[in-house]
């Protein structure tokens, strides 16, 4: 009875008021209920509400003494007049009606209505600081088609509820507050009201830090080591190269997340600097290794060279030659000794070399004495001499021919040696400077998380 002679002559067409110069105020409460998606490429929200809208209808009121105290009804929202309340920024396709739910309707015309929704609404996404970002997104409700002077919105609380907020998994809310705002459009003259729930969102980066951030740093540690292989390995640029290789697959899956924004992300600024740090270092690394092979038709070291790196650096890095070592001074010894032998050794062939040109000289003047003196009577037996003299003198020139090409074999082989130590101690250097880089930039971007 009360429900036919409610909606007997009523029309839910119709403003309720019964003066139409009345502003009829509607009051907004919004329940953030969970954020079902965050969509960065797309800069798409997309988030469980509850809505609660109330106000009152003039021409649904009632005496409830007459009904047996009935206070309150319960009827199919469509029955009813119903704020045109929309999300301004709403980002979905599909434009459908409200949900038709039930409102609660009082004796004295007051109609609130509860209706759940899933919105998906605008975004601007700041990935600056990507995995270690806070995001701002807007929910804007707002009358279509009534202005401020029809309809006022009133926001209930100064923000959104979060009290029965499902926790997510990938970002903390640290609050939802609620703003005002009266905006006159370029459309129209009349002022028309919103209110505005700004969603404060802070990621959870201990995902993208165990999946992407720490991979890379151990992957960019093992750039430097490419200066510690030995250049004969054959190693070297294919260490880099796999670097580099993998570095760019994490830059993909980065890529595929992010927005195409000018904005790189901090991990991506990361991997860029990472993949030229690498790719300087098998550039680098290419050309030490033609100084190793340099060989023993190259120049000499220079002599700036030799001061500065083979003098000084090979010492701070602690770089020796070969067949040394800092940790067994046994060998050192027992080179020094040999090398003393060496030179005793070469001192005695000297001396040889020298009695033996003094002999030669002496065996020419008493060779010519003899003829001189006894020419007819001993001539068969000088010319024996002579000849043995002159198979003696071959032998030397053979003897200093192969002293020669050993002693020039020694040189270049020791030229070979120097360029070796030379590349072995950029190696060193280069080693250390790229450790120190990839260190910095790996304090510099974790830093980046406090």
């Known amino acids: 009875m009360l429900f036919n002679e409610l909606f007997e002559d009523y029309s839910n067409a119709l403003r309720p008021v019964e003066d139409t110069d009345k502003v009829l105020n509607v009051t907004l409460q919004i329940t953030l ?56 920024n709403k980002a979905d396709d599909d434009f459908s009606e409200p949900v038709n739910t039930n409102v609660v309707l009082r004796y004295d015309g007051k109609i609130t209505w509860d209706a759940p929704a899933i919105t998906k609404s605008s975004c601007v996404v700041d990935v600056s600081y990507f995995p270690f970002d806070s995001q701002q997104c807007n929910l804007t409700f707002g009358s279509w088609t009534y202005n401020g002077n029809q309809v006022d919105i009133i926001n209930t609380l100064d923000s ?11 970002w903390e809310i640290h609050g939802m507050p609620a703003v005002k705002n009266v905006i006159t459009y370029g459309c129209c ?4 009201p919103d209110v505005t729930f700004t969603l404060i969102l802070k990621r959870k980066s201990s995902f993208y830090i165990f999946n992407l951030l720490l991979p890379c740093i151990l992957i960019s540690f093992l750039a430097p080591l490419g200066f510690y292989l030995p250049a004969d390995s054959g190693e070297k640029v294919s260490l880099g190269v796999t670097v ?26 990361y991997y860029i600097a990472t993949m030229t740090m690498i790719t300087a270092s098998t550039a680098l690394t290419i050309i030490i290794m033609n100084v190793h092979h340099c060989g023993s038709e190259a120049k000499p070291v220079p002599q700036w ?13 602690f770089v020796y030659d070969v067949g040394e070592n800092c940790t067994s001074p046994r060998r050192e010894k027992e080179q020094e000794r040999g090398l003393e032998g060496g030179d005793v ?5 000297r001396k040889s070399h020298l009695s033996n040109r003094n002999d030669d000289g002496g065996l020419k003047e008493n060779l010519n004495g003899n003829l001189n003196k006894s020419f007819g009577v001993h001539g068969e037996n000088v010319r024996e001499n002579v000849n ?10 053979n003897i200093e021919y192969i002293a020669n090409c050993i002693r020039d074999h020694k040189a270049n082989r020791a030229k070979g040696i120097e360029w070796k130590k030379v590349a072995k101690v950029m190696d060193r250097f280069f080693m250390w400077i790229f450790f120190i880089m990839v260190f910095f930039m790996s304090v510099l971007i974790i830093g980046k998380a406090g």
Request: with cysteine; glycine share 4%; net charge negative.
């Open 388 to 397: 043995c003299c002159s198979c003696y003198k071959m032998l030397i020139k």
């Open 305 to 317: 060279a030799r001061v500065v790196i083979l003098d000084y650096m090979s010492k701070i890095f």
């Open 345 to 349: 050794c070469r001192g005695g062939d």
């Open 189 to 192: 003259s009349e002022p028309y």
């Open 33 to 88: 209920s969970q954020i079902k998606d965050m969509d960065e490429r797309n800069q798409i929200l997309t988030a469980y509400l509850w809505i609660r809208q109330s106000w009152y209808d003039a021409y649904l009121k009632w005496d409830k003494e007459k009904y047996d105290g009935l206070d309150s009804i319960r009827i199919p929202s469509n029955l009813v007049w119903r704020p045109d309340i929309v999300l301004y």
């Open 160 to 170: 959104g509820d979060l009290s029965d907020f499902v926790e997510d998994v990938e």
């Open 244 to 269: 580099l290789l993998a570095l760019t697959v994490f830059q993909l899956m980065v890529a595929e997340i992010m927005p195409p924004s000018e904005n790189v992300p901090l991990i991506g600024k």
